[in-house]
């Protein structure tokens, strides 16, 4: 989820740890469980400071090892030890229970996002991602926003959120339930599908889809349970070519194959160097796919520039790539 979204989340546990009689009667333990599950419910996204260093740093291992099993057991005890530093009067045990469930609810909600996480680390790498709620979703931070109202208002905030988490159980079984009803939608359409990947949008009845066949990729939308077809690439699969193997050795490419399970791929050959471009096929954005990586090689296959991450036209692209212009 957006970063705003955990911020909501992590208010919300900590108002509903005042249900128990204790932490209500309480002041510094009720105080410290709040201060830990709004800092637990943003801990896993550290790895966002891997921006700062690359693009291909930040796509190989953001939701990476920060939300694996081994990091939720830890940041709820350095976040734990260091809030316990400072108001020792807390309880410490109460402390460290709503600050784990704090970072557990964080992973647990990226699950079901499109971009998903890497959840079952240390046993697979593999990306584990539903594609059931969008980053950012309306319903769940306006729900966060009117506990808050109600909160301010005179209402329990407790049994306020309690009965708004109960509510967006709910909502995550009827998003199943609609995702579900997509993928039977895409099969009617394109019967010889092997795999349909579904990315949320902020419409509640749309839906992002990258569609795998036998021969072919669809890139498509479904609205109201409508398919509605946008692009078809033919599904051509990545030669082992001296050109494609010098070219996965560059970073940003790595980085990219490791993180996109479905996209197509382009080569160029110029008078004094080479082009592969890397094209992700999930994302769309009016009729241009912005998440690419692309690198450029010299006639020796010696890497010139490379580039990875989202951009949304070709001359930001040049721009990126900056030493050699097409």
Known sequence: MDTGTHVVMGIALGSMATIDPYV??????????????????????????????????YIRNHRGITHSIPAVCLWPLLIT???????????????????????????????????????LRPFTHKWVALGIINTFDPVIFSLHIVGFILWGIGFHPGYTFLAIYVILVVYYVLRFWMQQRVIQQVRKVIPNMTNTIISP?????????????????????????QIIIHDTFEKVPLPETAVIEAAKFDDNVSAFLSFSPVYRWEMEEFSDHYE??????????????????????DLDLHIVSSYTGWIFSEDKLREKLEIIPN
């Open 276 to 297: 592969v471009r890397f094209i992700d096929l999930r994302y769309r954005s009016k009729d241009y796919y912005p998440f690419v990586a692309v690198v450029q090689l």
């Open 81 to 119: 030890a260091g809030i316990y530093a400072f108001i020792p009067q807390a309880d410490l045990l109460y402390l460290w229970i709503w600050t784990f469930v704090a970072v557990i609810l964080h992973v647990f909600v990226d699950i079901f996002n499109a971009y998903g996480t890497q959840a």
């Open 201 to 225: 949008t902020l419409y509640f009845n749309q839906w992002h889809l990258a569609i795998t066949a036998k021969d072919s990729f669809y890139v498509a939308r479904a609205v109201k349970n």
């Open 24 to 57: 209500a009667s309480n002041p510094e333990t009720a105080t410290a469980i709040m201060i830990g599950a709004i800092i637990g419910s943003q801990a896993p996204d550290m790895d966002t400071i891997l921006k700062l260093k690359n693009n291909a740093k």
